[in-house]
């Protein structure tokens, strides 16, 4: 955030009238502000300030049915049709494992909640929109024609706050819950030891704390046999091979706050400017290829053999988007997928100083 001094409420609200075609991600930028703070000035006009309070809206959420669940960073945009169902709460960790939208949540992350009405020529756009406590987005859900209206109100007013004030208090992260961990104390032999006993990908993570390495200092180190460079164009040749052959993939996009997850093919592959676009039925992706400053293929062992992932990196070390073959607990890899990850074209591995 620059450091000029911040528009007032009205002020932002001017500006928003006269830009209204400005994606409000890229308004709030111009205006030195976060995007919280831009749809907070909108409180009373169209805008209704929400509590986050993560469990109730996905315990409600079910009876709204259809909607959009939009899960963003600054590189990729992650859209899925569906329903919010099969919900698993928690303080520190809440889930959403329906078929079609699938998400992994960290409640406490999510600090401002807004429910948010757009006129759009004869219609209104609803939406629900949360944000961390810098004002960055961590998740929004946006209605269709199909969702329940009704069902929508109700969660709305169960979860209006007593604050309606047209502003909202934002703070910077903390270099602590940045990604990359500096001066980085693991060795290679302890990194290679602990790798090799995975027997779950989801003990990666927790290997990462107590080795104190971020995850992309962790893929430089390992070796070649675990984690390898590919070209920054792996990730455009990989969904026009998984689109070609009707491969089903999963596609991983998130932030601090919540993680969001396609599981399926891909079809329809669509490259628009610095954007590869996945423009399907209940599933769109957006991502800037012109962010991507590494690709890794990843192997990592589990019981059911290894698996390999392929990893998109950021110049700011931050992961941007995942992607595996599809496959369930107890299954064994795809062969069609490993062999595409594998057979991407290699590039030399940087030094790690």
């Known amino acids: 955030m620059d450091q000029r001094v ?8 001017r500006a928003r009238e006269d830009n209204p075609k400005t994606r409000e991600r890229d308004l709030a930028a111009e205006l030195g502000i976060s995007e919280a703070e831009l749809v907070a000035a909108h409180c009373g006009e169209g805008v209704v300030r929400v509590e986050p309070r993560v469990n109730d809206l996905l315990t409600g ?40 939208i699938d998400l992994r949540i960290f409640p406490k992350v999510w600090a401002h909640g807004f429910a948010v009405e757009k006129r759009d020529g004869g219609d209104i756009r609803r939406s629900l929109q949360f944000f961390d406590a810098a004002g960055e987005a961590v998740h929004k859900v946006h209605l269709r024609p199909a969702s329940n209206l009704y069902a929508y109100q109700k969660l709305v007013a169960g979860l209006e706050s007593s604050n309606q004030e047209p502003i909202v208090a934002v703070s910077a992260i903390g270099a602590e819950e940045e990604n990359e961990v500096q001066g980085a104390v693991a060795s290679v032999d302890d990194l290679r030891d602990q790798w090799s006993r995975l027997t779950d990908v ?13 995850r992309r200092q962790a893929v430089r ?24 052959g009707e491969m089903p993939i999963m596609c991983f996009v998130g932030n601090r706050g919540c993680i969001q997850i396609h599981s399926g093919p891909v079809k329809s592959i669509k490259p628009m400017g610095p954007w590869i676009n ?9 991502l800037r290829t012109d962010h991507i400053h590494e690709v890794w293929a990843v192997r990592k062992p589990t019981k059911d053999g290894h698996v390999t992932s392929l990893e998109v990196y ?31 074209p290699r590039i030399p591995s940087p030094t790690v100083a």
Request: aromatic residues 8%; negative net charge.
């Open 202 to 214: 989801h003990q990666f993570f927790g290997m990462l704390k107590t080795l104190k390495l971020s």
């Open 61 to 100: 959420l079910e009876a709204v049915g259809e909607v959009m669940a939009l899960t963003r960073n600054e590189s990729a945009v992650h859209e899925k049709i569906g329903i919010y169902d099969k919900v698993v709460t928690g303080n520190h960790n809440a889930m959403v494992l329906g078929e079609n």
């Open 278 to 286: 996945v423009l399907d039925e209940t599933f769109h992706l957006h």
């Open 221 to 244: 180190m390992v070796g070649q046999d675990y984690a390898w460079l590919v070209d920054n164009d792996a990730v455009s040749a990989m969904f026009h091979h998984a689109a070609a």
């Open 6 to 13: 911040k528009p007032s409420p009205h002020e932002i609200r």
């Open 314 to 344: 950021g110049a700011d070390g931050k992961m941007i988007i995942q992607f595996f073959g599809k496959r369930h607990e107890g299954e064994g890899e795809r062969d069609d997928w490993r062999f595409l990850a594998e057979n991407l």
